[in-house]
């Protein structure tokens, strides 16, 4: 497919035209994306697909009021008079200075080499990806009943200029295989989800090899069968590595975005306080190479750095995009993201994890009498101001007297935010990350969640089982 | 209202189907799409940000021997590329008889979905609605406004395809949310509400303060014992569980294993309270349209009458493999995709009782106002539900105390078959898709608390 750009000379008569009406700083973000995309389902491959994207993004800041233009048409008539509308829409908001546009440098580069480049790669051999994968789940039983697989590959070449002089683009190549699994027996159906992901070109299969994804999916998805009801009520919960993260992306993680601190957050005004037991050190890391929630500037232009959110407890940082961090007084912190040009940039987390610990997972689970082991996490939800969380457990299992025992049906675990960080207790030396799409007003970015093996000291769990 | 020629005429589109069925295409299908949006969020009677587009795509389908290839771009222009590429694509995929290609059925009887004066209106007169909507937030000096959206779109959709389909239409229609905090004594609670329709003047004003006198209810919430007991839903709470059940009645989902309702048509699925259908033709609808995504016009489908499953939802692919009639629910999240089925406007009928007649009924119960958690923990599969969930405990049919930090849980066709009433207290809403649905009172979920 063709290359999109716009020239130099034209991006600094569009950033221009867009201070000329009085704002104090402008920026357009050009995107470039190709796709390819294979679907299995029921047996057949449904459609072998994929498509391409190019669009552009125009922002304009007056003070603190954001005017934002978009569109997919790059011809320079059109960029200018969506300048000349976003200048429009700040009239009357307080101009800040009017500023002049730095002259643009030649834009930095950056790419992370792929082995195997997946653009390079025939559509008959992702195909097979996709059969490999149908054919383990469906040889793990007979009750696996239905299998749906997807791959895909996207490049995304990111331009950012702006009237500051920077001038940046990146590529970022992102793979996914999915399987989703449904396992029956009679009237009862379970469902199971494996879906790797990351930066990297096909050598990603070496490490994520597709028959182990289908046979762990297929294979969780036939434990549920044979699993009783989900306990309820109040008791202490093992999460594994990986996925279990998801419990601090949504117990802290979006109540540490600098726009929802402003705003109200339940960490508002905590700087250097206690908010978490001694065990608890979460960090945000978009430099870790290849994984699914990292880049290297972020989407305006930001170099990415690790921010140590807690440390030992204590809380260290904010995690700020341009305008959010102006709010709380603290620099950006090269978390500002956006889905795609569609969007606005709004702070994020990229891969948020809660650094290792000393002891084992065999001593974490020991440590809890009687209570829930969360070996994978679905999704979950937070109110930020309140601090309210949920997540959903999709493999689960009891602990009684210190060991693992039966498998236990979904269930989803409610608890607040600030309270469960203080009830962190245990937490062990093997460190895992789970992708997943974190969505925040209407846009969703890749992100990671990651952490070792941990022990809360209670949560509420929503289960069917009621005891006594 | 005929779509704006951008679309209509667009040469590179004709090319495009010309070209996939001189590449050796049988049949081939462009499905292109315009949208204009605009989109204001307000803070503190602040316009904090102003987002505005114009944005276009399209997809090519291509069918060469029973396969399906298929591809996109934002372009219009690479249309006849992606018509190429479609065909290419198509020789790695597998024959299936029930790919069949939508046949035209004549001209569709067109839907009244654009109001100009949802764009006419200045965008002043829309900051002042925002700000009005904000002001009402505040009508209790524990309240404080959180975040106040205003958005619309307008959508221009034209498909063609190879055997007579030849669809476009307009349509448009404006959204307003409002989220509010109460905090007292330390306590913070929370509350929203959203209204949509096709232009300002059907939009709710009151928005900010519903929002606001929802999260004051909250103040001083506790948490519950563990136990079962009965509950009802609000309606908006109710719009969210339907819009999981509206996954399992799609035909896709049965035929290929993945439906809680697995080959029930004909028999009883819920309690004879409840009747659902599926309404394509609801102007007020936002997920209304005078054709499907393939071009097959729309209708209204009973889907649920009396508590008995009498249709599922079908495109022609899904109805080819059940020897049945396309019901018109082809859906496709976006232009970068094929087909699936989806539903349109998701609606359980209201029955004759006000919410307070509903909750005279229950001797202790909880009245559920927000659930949160529904993307994860509501498995539209197997069924199984468990919700965060907040709202007010019910004690000899009044409500005595805001209750937090509550799970629910259950099982779909349990849950159906436990709506014991529906009420009178219809509303319709943008929220998970669209779906609208009264109050609904279950004999009985399992509740976690303390």
Same mark, same amino acid.
């Given at each position: 497919m063709t290359s999109a750009t716009v020239e130099s000379s034209t991006l600094e008569r569009i950033l221009a035209r867009a201070l000329a009406a009085g704002g104090s700083f402008a920026e357009v973000y050009l995107e470039q994306s190709e796709r390819a995309s294979v679907r299995l389902d029921d047996g057949k491959i449904e459609a072998a697909g994929g498509g391409g994207e190019v669009g552009l993004g125009l922002r304009v800041l007056s003070g603190d009021v954001s005017a934002y233009a978009y569109s997919t048409h790059l011809e320079e008539a059109s960029l200018l008079e969506m300048a000349d509308q976003a200048g429009r829409a700040l009239k009357g908001a307080p101009s800040g200075s009017t500023a002049t546009l730095s002259v643009l440098s030649a834009p930095k580069r950056h790419s992370v080499p792929e082995e195997e480049p997946a653009a390079r790669i025939g559509t008959a051999d992702k195909v097979d990806i996709v059969w490999r994968c149908d054919r383990s789940a469906r040889a793990c039983g007979r009750e696996v009943r239905q299998v749906s697989v997807g791959y895909f590959d996207l490049l995304r070449r990111i331009s950012v200029a702006n009237s500051s002089g920077w001038r940046s683009e990146e590529e970022r190549h992102y793979i996914r295989l999915l399987v989703h699994v449904v396992a029956a027996r009679g009237d009862v159906l379970q469902t199971a989800l494996e879906a790797p992901a990351g930066?990297?070109?096909?050598?990603?299969?070496?490490?994520?090899?597709?028959?182990?994804?289908?046979?762990? *999916?297929?294979?969780?998805?036939?434990?549920?069968?044979?699993? $009783?009801?989900?306990?309820?009520?109040?008791?202490?919960?093992?999460? *594994?590595?990986?996925?279990?993260?998801?419990?601090?992306?949504? *117990?802290?993680?979006?109540?540490?975005?600098?726009?929802?601190?402003?705003?109200?957050?339940?960490?508002?005004?905590?700087?250097?306080?206690?908010?978490?037991?001694? *065990?608890?050190?979460?960090?945000?890391?978009?430099?870790?190479?290849?994984?699914?929630?990292?880049?290297?500037?972020?989407?305006? =232009?930001?170099?990415?750095?690790?921010?140590?959110?807690?440390?030992?407890?204590?809380?260290?940082?904010?995690?700020?995009?341009?305008?959010?961090?102006?709010?709380?007084?603290?620099?950006?912190?090269?978390?500002?993201?956006?889905?795609?040009?569609?969007?606005?940039?709004?702070?994020?987390?990229?891969?948020?994890?809660?650094?290792?610990?000393?002891?084992?997972?065999?001593?974490?689970?020991?440590?809890?009498?009687?209570?829930?082991?969360?070996?994978?996490?679905?999704?979950?939800?937070?109110?930020?101001?309140?601090?309210?969380?949920?997540?959903?457990?999709? $493999?689960?299992?009891?602990?009684?007297?210190?060991?693992?025992?039966?498998?236990?049906? =979904?269930?989803?675990?409610?608890?607040? =935010?600030?309270?469960?960080?203080?009830?962190?207790?245990?937490?062990?030396?093997?460190?895992?990350?789970?992708p997943g799409t974190c969505g925040k007003e209407g846009q969703g970015v890749p992100v990671t969640c990651g952490q070792p093996t941990m022990s809360i000291a209670e949560m509420t769990v929503g289960g069917t089982r009621v005891e006594g | 209202m005929t779509v704006n020629g951008s679309l209509t005429d667009n040469e590179a589109l004709t090319k495009a189907l010309e070209g996939a069925l001189a590449a050796g295409a049988d049949d081939a299908e462009i499905f292109a799409v315009r949208t204009r949006r605009l989109s204001i969020r307000l803070y503190q009677q602040r316009v904090e940000s102003l987002t505005s587009s114009d944005s276009e795509g399209v997809g090519v389908r291509v069918w060469v021997g029973g396969r399906v290839g298929y591809q996109y771009h934002t372009s219009l222009d690479l249309a006849p590329e992606c018509a190429l590429a479609a065909r290419e694509n198509a020789d790695h995929a597998t024959p299936d008889p029930s790919n069949v290609v939508p046949e035209s059925e004549g001209e569709a009887s067109p839907l009244d979905l654009y109001r100009p004066e949802l764009t006419s209106v200045s965008l002043e007169e829309k900051i002042e609605l925002l700000r009005e909507v904000e002001q009402g937030a505040r009508s209790d000096p524990r309240a404080r406004p959180r975040d106040h959206h205003y958005s619309e779109q307008v959508i221009d959709v034209f498909m063609v395809n190879s055997r007579g389909i030849r669809a476009s239409y307009r349509m448009g229609y404006a959204t307003l949310s409002s989220w509010v905090i109460a905090e007292e004594k330390g306590d913070v609670q929370s509350g929203w509400s959203i209204s949509a329709a096709r232009s300002l003047d059907g939009l709710d004003r009151n928005l900010g303060r519903q929002a606001a006198d929802r999260a004051l209810a909250l103040l001083g919430a506790e948490k519950i014992p563990t136990g079962k007991a009965s509950v009802l839903l609000d309606p908006l709470v109710a719009c969210q569980l339907l819009a999981v059940v509206g996954g399992g009645l799609s035909a896709e989902a049965v035929q290929k294993g993945r439906s809680p309702f697995g080959h029930l048509v004909g028999e009883a699925v819920a309690s004879p309270a409840v009747s659902i259908v599926d309404d394509a033709r609801l102007v007020e609808g936002l997920g209304s349209s005078p054709v499907d995504d393939e071009g097959i016009p729309t209708q209204r489908t009973v889907l649920v009458e009396q508590g008995v499953l009498k249709s599922l939802l079908h495109n022609s692919q899904t109805a080819s493999r059940a020897g049945a009639v396309s019901t018109g629910s082809a859906a496709r999240p976006s232009f970068r995709g094929t087909p699936g089925v989806s539903p349109s406007n998701l609606l359980i009928l209201p029955g004759g009782a006000a919410q307070k007649e509903l909750m005279g009924k229950v001797d202790e119960g909880l009245l559920v106002t927000d659930v949160s958690g529904v993307h994860s923990g509501a498995n539209p599969v197997s069924g199984e539900i468990s919700l965060g969930a907040k709202g007010l405990w019910i004690k000899g049919g009044k409500v005595v105390r805001p209750v937090r930090e509550v799970a629910i849980a259950g099982q779909l066709r349990e849950l159906l078959q436990g709506i014991e009433a529906v009420g009178s207290d219809f509303v319709l809403s943008p929220v998970a898709g669209s779906t609208g649905s009264p109050t609904l009172l279950l004999r009985e979920m399992t509740l976690s608390g303390a």
């Open positions: 930066q990297a070109g096909f050598e990603f299969f070496r490490s994520n090899p597709p028959e182990s994804v289908a046979e762990t *999916a297929a294979k969780r998805a036939l434990t549920m069968l044979d699993a $009783e009801l989900a306990p309820t009520g109040p008791m202490p919960v093992v999460l *594994a590595p990986g996925s279990g993260g998801v419990l601090f992306h949504e *117990a802290c993680g979006h109540g540490l975005e600098a726009d929802i601190v402003s705003k109200g957050s339940v960490y508002k005004g905590k700087l250097g306080e206690t908010v978490g037991s001694p *065990a608890v050190t979460l960090i945000d890391d978009p430099t870790i190479s290849g994984l699914w929630g990292s880049y290297y500037w972020d989407d305006e =232009g930001t170099p990415a750095r690790r921010s140590v959110l807690i440390e030992d407890g204590v809380l260290r940082s904010y995690l700020c995009d341009r305008l959010s961090g102006e709010k709380v007084g603290l620099p950006s912190t090269g978390n500002g993201r956006r889905e795609d040009y569609r969007h606005l940039p709004i702070p994020r987390m990229s891969n948020i994890f809660l650094a290792p610990g000393k002891y084992s997972p065999e001593e974490v689970v020991a440590s809890v009498d009687s209570g829930l082991f969360a070996r994978k996490l679905g999704g979950g939800e937070v109110n930020p101001e309140t601090g309210d969380f949920v997540f959903t457990v999709s $493999e689960g299992y009891l602990i009684r007297k210190g060991r693992l025992g039966a498998p236990v049906r =979904g269930a989803t675990l409610v608890g607040s =935010g600030p309270t469960v960080l203080r009830s962190a207790r245990l937490v062990a030396d093997d460190l895992g990350f789970d | -």
